[in-house]
């Protein structure tokens, strides 16, 4: 283990606070006491005192940093077990305690938080576990007493404090500016829904690129040069998915501020970029929100005809976006970086995609209802049947 390593345990020791102070003195106690030897014995293989043994593990101090080397080779362990550290969890085994998670949440709201507490507590260093964790919290911030939906107030506040916790410290351990970038929209949601915007700004401000990224090209031609084709190929599509997500993300964004001619605009680019279903994988829900906004800004002065034929189109975009959420088929184009796009369906996936595209859905339909600028059309039939077609698919449609 590298000091860097050590050092790293022993900051996440501290931060995890009593239990694991707890933890490695009994440890300590634990492995002196197998070995067969006094604290006086193990003071003086260690060239200490041996009051600072005794406190050791009666949990009044910590082992200074530069004798945990030598610690670990007096009991015969590593530093990794001196610390009680196991191994980190597989990606079926966060698969799966993150479904535990939204299904304790969803159940009982405090026997999930204890979950979720528990799961953070023993996997502080486990970025992709923590990121489920904070994940399972923050879907479940707008279901709890005190949402409003622009503030928080009782449960609310707590579950996002204990997310904003996660997330952050999933941020701090993340290894790429990809993986921050997942976690940002969620950060900056919480803090706005704290009454913090002026942080939110400048969080993003920090992490605003301004100027094109050309080293992924750069690299990719080393190792092009070096004869590590596969090495290349893994860099360059990484750039390009990323590059995707970032210029459909951007778009979604202008959608809420663009006129007919802009909109128009947009709604061809995102169809070049979406050619076939599999790359539309990539950012399903795009066009469906270009739709409608097409169909808001023609409904306060075109015919009623000429809206609910844009609402149509609106209701056709949700389909074919609910169908490639509920059965995606990664784009062959990057195939390197399947890690990146969608799992491979398994019983709780396909639950959780249908989950998705159901709350989806629903949220659609909410905003339909409760958005006074469609009084001018709500009494017409054509308006229930667009919001049951929402609701249900094509099956209402037959």
């Avoid at 007096?74 to 079926?92: A, C, N, W």
């Avoid at 890690?339 to 629903?362: H, I, K, N, P, Q």
Wanted: include cysteine; hydrophobic fraction near 45%; charged fraction near 25%.
């Amino acid at each position: 283990m590298s000091a860097f390593h050590a050092i790293r345990i022993m900051d996440v020791s501290l931060e995890q606070g009593t239990e694991m102070d707890t933890r490695i003195n009994e440890t300590l106690a634990r492995l002196r006491s197998k070995s067969g030897l006094t604290q006086e014995e193990a003071a003086n293989h260690l060239g200490i005192t041996k009051a600072a043994v005794s406190k050791w593990e009666c949990g009044q101090s910590m082992p200074d940093i530069s004798l945990l080397p030598a610690i670990a080779d007096l009991y015969s362990t590593s530093i990794d077990d001196l610390f009680g550290r196991v191994q980190e969890p597989d990606k079926e085994s966060i698969n799966a305690a993150y479904q535990t998670a939204l299904a304790l949440l969803g159940e009982d709201y405090d026997a999930g938080l204890d979950y979720v507490r528990k799961q953070v507590r023993e996997n502080w260093t486990c970025c992709e576990l923590l990121r489920m964790m904070g994940a399972a919290l923050f879907a479940q911030i707008p279901k709890l007493p005190g949402f409003n939906g622009n503030s928080l107030e009782d449960e609310s506040l707590q579950c996002a404090d204990e997310a904003e916790r996660i997330i952050r410290r999933v941020i701090e351990l993340s290894p790429s500016e990809a993986g921050i970038s997942v976690e940002l929209p969620s950060l900056v949601r919480i803090l706005l829904w704290t009454g913090r915007e002026r942080e939110a700004e400048k969080l993003l401000d920090g992490y605003e690129r301004k100027e094109p990224n050309l080293q992924a090209a750069l690299l990719a031609q080393l190792h092009r040069e070096a004869g590590r084709n596969e090495d290349a190929l893994t860099v360059l599509q990484r750039a390009l998915l990323i590059s995707l997500l970032e210029a459909q993300s951007a778009m979604a964004a202008m959608v809420p501020m663009a006129d007919d001619s802009r909109l128009a605009e947009l709604a061809d680019l995102a169809a070049a970029l979406q050619p076939d279903k599999t790359v539309a994988s990539i950012f399903p829900t795009l066009m469906p929100a270009i739709r409608l906004q097409q169909a808001k800004n023609l409904v306060r002065t075109a015919p009623a005809d000429v809206v609910f034929r844009a609402l149509n189109s609106f209701a056709d975009a949700l389909d074919e976006a609910c169908a490639v959420m509920s059965n995606p088929v990664n784009p062959g184009i990057f195939d390197k970086v399947e890690d990146m796009l969608w799992d491979d369906a398994d019983d709780e996936v396909v639950r959780t995609r249908s989950e998705g595209v159901a709350e989806l859905r629903a949220a659609y339909v909410s905003a339909l209802e409760s958005d006074g600028l469609w009084d001018s059309v709500r009494d017409d039939v054509r308006f229930g049947q667009i919001a049951a077609r929402l609701s249900n698919g094509l099956e209402a449609r037959r």
